[in-house]
């Protein structure tokens, strides 16, 4: 239905296209200098008005039938399969009519349920008809409206510009529409979240688990929800990954910036980015294939009790992904530094070295620590590495040869699966995930006052 | 001191300069400088070191998923078990037991007989099927089809199982190696290459199991990306670098996407979850979302790399062709958009090589669901992805599936090898310098 | 070529470096000046510079006496500058780069591969066309050069070192009180004084000067101007300018380039007076350049 919905209003709006061109073409015969603007924009903006109109309350009428319906179904209901009902049961009721409706219902329902299921059924096809007529109405609406325009001396072209003004500014507001989705969403669930725990005991509790408190009425029992365990392991890992990329990636970027031939860095530069091309889900195979049992034999060899899922392999792993965005933010950075600081430590007689150290460095200090803040963020966000490789258990500790858990990993774990929206296990994660987000939206942007401020300065 | 310029020395300041405490320093500066190129060096070298174990794993790893293992057997399409007119109800379990059981006469005890129709794979069966239902004259006949055998025997026949351990710790007993080594005797066993990892989608027993579903899911998934993100990411880029007034509005979407960028992906996923699949009541695990969901995290590098190819574009263009008497709309659509488009395109490829990699906002969405079939794919239907493929298999405990994973990985290295190549070839054959 | 016309300069000098001796009592690792100067201290023949496939320089040879200042003049792109960056050998760190021919400094080739490229840039100090002091406190650009090379045993001793160098370079008066800032939050003509003070305060024989005033203001070059004067007493310093005026104000020496060839040498008072040669005279009568 939807699928011939809007192809019937495509096909409505090459036609009004070719009305229009028709029409512009008719008002002045052979003399088509006469028309303001060239035919195609009339016919254009006879389009525009046919297909946005009309496409717009399609997509409107998309995202309000469901709920629409739903609400509609369940005031249909009669009143005593809903009294009394709370809110986990009330939307199990309208699963089990939306499945009535789709035909997919296992085991035989009730019989309210039964004929809800069918009355939804026989809607959703009338909402489906009414949607396409009204498109359509508003189609030809829109195309008589445009049409009457067309005349000589009508400016289509400024039309037609306005109108495509007018589309642009709307994609580029979908950026901000992506931030506030995404703020409103993790606000909106984070709270209601905190309506089930407190914050105190969210930030400052040293407990974390949640599996255990899979009933709502479970939860009062306290300390399942305190994250401390869940960012203590985050920090844990990104420290170990940072301490792994951080002198790899940076000597490397020193490497190539200042001592490498061209072509030995022309070769190596793109060499270091595929670490930065590869998806992240083949390096936590990586870890738990290679590099876990590499640990693990190792310990065993040193005498050491390595974990398989360590913190040690996820940091590690996850080090070894973040090379790339260290060496190439400091080479940034140290090549930016401007040729005469290199000019004036060498003519006074210091080596490469010595520049290095007394003068690029200090100079690039500001963009490396910013491409560090980004590196940092990116990896306390990163996700598959850390739930392939890494533990599952919150467990307090600062040791890297013990299982950590982090917030991405618990996000993952909290949510695969089901997915109701109203126990405190599925909300935890929106919890988790504001943390995540707010975190690393100030990290970002630290970093990139930093290098901004450091630009200027060479600029 | 040497005396090559004593003669012409004008001063005797030159002198400490040659001192041996001076030589001494000299020396150990140029040692620390040797030092810090040998630590670059060993830092570069470890890195590349890493990506070859990473790959060299792999490939070891993996490579043996592309042979498979199998076994020509004459089956007898027996007509009191299989109907000519209801070919796809028919009993072919038994045709597949009686085709092995004919082949080891020896093998008579029923334990025996259960362990033995363990060598063939389950998929065996559907084989035979298949066959015989494009060709339905062949029931009542005989007739020999390669079928492959089940995962254990791929596994022994390829080395991963080793004989030379006792029985106990093998997961084939002697019995079993000895009906396989039987077979290999009698020149019935044929090492082949494994088409079902390309054609078949995902199964429970890894022999059978393959992309086509997560390829599938992936495409649809990248189309939905790309279909969306292209238009609005350019639309977006043009406006914001060209037509857009400097005030609030502009400058809040400019830091806006710059923060986008580096938003974690997994939290897109938890708004298509919250948004997508809570508000809108879009269906789960379906390309639609997912391809909704990447296009959000693709969005920001488009429109950030779009409005670098449009400021390359030297103003003298558009000033010539303003001058002409074009419109700037005119100017933007008929001169400075196609010369930037070859870059558009390089970062839109390179944008898509990311977002199929992209792993854990599938994750939240519920992109990982068993697709048995690839009939099933549509774009609102359950579906996963190949990355996900790679997730679940990872997972699998059957010795089978490491393989199959390190394999499903190069597929998918494959892919973005390809894809950034042609970013490349883009890049270099419509590369533009301005002077 | 016989420098001439020099030792009537060469033994004022000596008259002025022994004055500025007694004056200057605190200033330890400076070369003293002995002996006449009637040899060059900087001696070049027939150096040839490419860069890639590109000839630079053609065929130059030249004579530079200590203690004056000789000022490198031509068109741009006519290569003194290049020729300057030989002297310290920075044309090194330009890959394509390549050097033949003989320079020598004292008698001493500083092409010969076991000179080391380290010490000469210490005795062949250099000051850029645009002020580049490093970004630290002015007090640590100073110290950087003496730091590397050892120049000094201990803290007083670099202290010395630091301020002597900055009285030298007519900055300690303005900087006295402010030796943490940055040597960036000085003024363009502070800046480029900060950098000669970095230069001297490794005490080289040489200094070069690539355009040292082309970013500065009137009042700022003339204070510079005024410094290169004073510091000739110790020095040799070479200088590329492209103002005339510049070059007739503070030189002894001048050396007119065209196109990669040396085309004239000589006193700075012959040079502009009585040209002898006739693309000379064109460039400072002024009819190209």
Same mark, same amino acid.
């Given at each position: ?36 603007? +060239? ?117 289509? +072209? ?219 963020? +990116? ?73 901004? +401020? ?6 | ?133 494009? %060709? ?7 007739? %020999? ?54 054609? %078949? ?218 894809? %950034? ?15 | ?7 009537? $300069? ?27 100067? #009637? ?22 040879? #030249? ?14 792109? @006519? ?6 960056? @030989? ?107 900060? @950098? ?14 690539? $355009? ?23 020095? @040799? ?23 990669? $060839? ?28």
């Amino acid at each position: 239905m939807l699928t011939y919905a809007f192809a019937a209003l495509l096909a409505l709006t090459l036609v009004s296209f070719m009305i229009g061109r028709w029409r512009a073409h008719a008002c002045v015969g052979v003399s088509t200098w006469k028309l303001h603007s +060239r035919p195609a924009y009339h016919a254009s903006f006879v389009a525009a008005w046919v297909g946005i109109p009309a496409g717009l309350l399609l997509l409107a009428w998309l995202m309000i039938q469901g709920p629409v319906l739903d609400r509609l179904v369940m005031v249909s209901l009669p009143g005593e399969l809903v009294a009394g009902k709370g809110v986990g049961e009330l939307s199990l009721i309208l699963s089990q009519i939306k499945a009535v409706a789709g035909g997919t219902a296992f085991g035989d329902p009730a019989q309210p349920i039964l004929e809800a299921g069918e009355r939804l059924k026989s809607w959703r096809s009338i909402a489906e008809l009414a949607m396409l007529a009204c498109a359509m109405v508003v189609a030809m609406l829109g195309m008589v409206v445009a049409q009457s325009r067309i005349a000589p001396e009508f400016r289509a +072209r400024q039309a037609v510009e306005r109108i495509l003004d007018w589309l642009m500014i709307a994609c580029a507001v979908i950026a901000i529409l992506t931030t506030l989705g995404i703020v409103v969403s993790l606000l909106i669930e984070a709270m209601r979240f905190f309506g089930h725990v407190s914050p105190l005991r969210f930030f400052f509790g040293l407990s974390w688990e949640p599996q255990i408190a899979i009933r709502a009425d479970q939860v009062t029992a306290g300390g399942a929800f305190g994250a401390i365990p869940v960012f203590v392991g985050t920090f844990l890992i990104a420290l170990i990954a940072m301490l792994v990329a951080t002198p790899v990636g940076l000597l490397s970027a020193i490497y190539l910036a200042e001592y490498a031939s061209p072509r030995f860095r022309a070769a190596i530069k793109p060499t270091l980015e595929i670490l930065a091309g590869i998806p992240t889900v083949v390096y936590g195979f990586f870890a738990v294939l290679v590099v876990s049992p590499a640990l693990r034999t190792f310990g065993e060899a040193v005498g050491l009790p390595i974990a398989p899922n360590s913190a040690l392999v996820a940091g590690g792993v996850m080090g070894i992904m973040i090379i790339p965005f260290i060496s190439s933010l400091s080479d940034d950075a140290i090549t930016a530094v401007p040729r005469s600081m290199r000019d004036g430590s060498l003519a006074l007689g210091a080596t490469k070295n010595e520049t290095i150290i007394s003068v690029l460095l200090p100079a690039a200090l500001p963009g490396i620590m910013g491409g560090i803040l980004l590196a940092v963020s +990116r990896a306390i966000g990163e996700t598959m590495i850390v739930v392939m490789a890494a533990g599952i258990i919150a467990s307090l500790t600062l040791n890297p040869f013990q299982p950590v858990t982090t917030v991405t990993v618990q996000i993952v774990t909290l949510l695969i699966g089901d997915s109701e929206f109203d126990n405190p296990k599925t909300l935890a994660a929106f919890a988790l995930g504001l943390v995540l987000f707010v975190s690393t939206l100030l990290l970002n942007i630290v970093a990139m006052r930093i290098v901004q +401020r450091y630009r200027e300065q060479y600029e | 001191m040497s005396d090559v310029s004593s003669t012409l020395r004008t001063g005797p300041a030159t002198g400490h300069w040659r001192t041996a405490a001076q030589q001494r320093r000299l020396r150990r500066r140029y040692a620390a400088d040797r030092r810090m190129q040998i630590l670059g060096l060993g830092a570069i070298g470890l890195a590349v070191a890493l990506l070859g174990i990473l790959f060299g794993s792999l490939v070891y790893s993996g490579y043996l998923a592309f042979a498979q293992t199998r076994v020509v057997l004459e089956f007898r399409i027996d007509p009191a078990l299989v109907q000519p007119d209801r070919i796809q109800d028919g009993n072919f379990r038994s045709i597949i037991r009686q085709a092995l059981f004919q082949q080891f006469p020896e093998v008579t005890s029923r334990r025996q007989q259960t362990e033995l129709a363990k060598l063939l794979s389950p998929g065996a069966e559907w084989i035979v099927r298949d066959h015989v239902q494009a %060709n339905p004259e062949l029931v009542g006949r005989t007739v %020999n089809l390669l079928v492959p055998v089940a995962d254990p025997y791929d596994q022994l026949s390829k080395g991963v199982i080793p004989r030379d351990v006792p029985e106990s710790q093998r997961r084939l007993g002697d019995e079993a190696i000895g009906w396989l080594d039987s077979l290999d005797r009698r020149g019935l066993v044929r090492t082949t290459f494994a088409w079902e990892l390309f054609l %078949n989608a995902d199964s429970r027993f890894p022999e059978m199991a393959g992309l086509a579903g997560a390829m599938t899911g992936s495409f649809l998934t990248l189309l939905v990306c790309l279909l969306l993100s292209i238009p609005l990411g350019i639309a977006a880029a043009v406006y914001l670098e060209e037509f857009a007034p400097k005030n609030r509005l502009t400058s809040l979407i400019e830091v806006n996407i710059n923060n986008l960028a580096a938003v974690p992906s997994i939290v897109f996923g938890l708004l298509g979850l919250a948004v997508f699949l809570g508000f809108l009541g879009l269906p789960r695990s379906a390309p639609l979302v997912g391809g909704m969901v990447l296009s959000l995290i693709t969005l920001p590098t488009i429109v950030i790399a779009t409005r670098a190819t449009l400021k390359a574009v030297p103003p003298s263009i558009r000033e010539a062709a303003l001058a002409i008497g074009a419109s700037k709309h005119q100017v933007m659509m008929h001169h400075v958009l196609p010369m930037a488009m070859p870059g558009i395109m390089t970062a839109t490829i390179i944008g898509l090589a990311h977002a199929l990699g992209e792993t854990a906002p599938l994750l939240l969405i519920g992109m990982n669901a068993f697709i048995p079939s690839v009939d099933s794919i549509g774009l609102l239907e359950p579906a996963t992805a190949l990355p996900m493929q790679i997730y679940s298999w990872a997972d699998s405990p059957e010795r089978g599936f490491v393989a199959r994973t390190s394999a499903a990985i190069l597929v998918l290295l494959g892919f973005l090898v390809a894809m %950034n190549a042609v970013a490349i070839y883009l890049r270099q054959r419509f590369e533009r310098t301005w002077s | 070529m016989v420098v001439t016309g020099a030792a009537d $300069e060469g033994s004022r000098m000596n008259e002025q470096v022994r004055t500025g001796d007694i004056a200057g009592a605190a200033v330890s690792a400076l070369p003293r000046g002995a002996g006449p100067a #009637v040899t060059a201290k900087v001696r070049a023949r027939h150096v040839d510079v490419f860069y890639g496939d590109k000839q630079a320089l053609k065929d130059v040879s #030249v004579d530079i006496p200590a203690r004056a200042v000789t000022a490198f003049i031509g068109p741009s792109g @006519c290569g003194k500058s290049t020729f300057l960056r @030989c002297i310290n050998r920075m044309n090194d760190t330009i890959p394509t780069s390549r050097v033949s021919g003989q320079i020598t400094i004292d008698g001493e080739d500083i092409y010969d591969p076991r000179l080391d490229v380290v010490q000469l840039r210490a005795r062949v100090g250099m000051v850029f066309q645009k002020p580049n002091p490093f970004p630290k406190s002015i007090y640590e650009n100073v110290a950087y050069g003496p730091r590397i090379h050892g120049l000094a045993r201990n803290k007083p001793e670099l202290d010395g070192i630091v301020m002597s160098s900055l009285e030298k370079a007519g900055l300690l008066k303005e900087v006295r009180d402010r030796l943490g800032d940055s040597g960036t939050s000085l003024s363009g003509g502070q800046q480029q004084r900060l @950098c000669i003070a970095r230069a001297i305060a490794v005490s080289p024989e040489v200094i070069l000067m690539d $355009e040292p005033c082309s970013a500065l203001d009137p009042i700022a070059t003339a204070r510079i101007e005024e410094l290169i004067d004073e510091l000739r007493e110790n020095y @040799c310093i070479i200088m590329v300018t492209h103002s005339m005026q510049q070059a007739a104000r503070v030189s002894q020496r001048t050396a007119f380039f065209h196109l990669g $060839e040396l085309i004239e040498q000589g006193d700075t008072t012959d040079i502009f007076t009585n040209p002898r040669n006739r693309q000379t005279q064109d460039y400072i009568t002024g009819r190209y350049g």
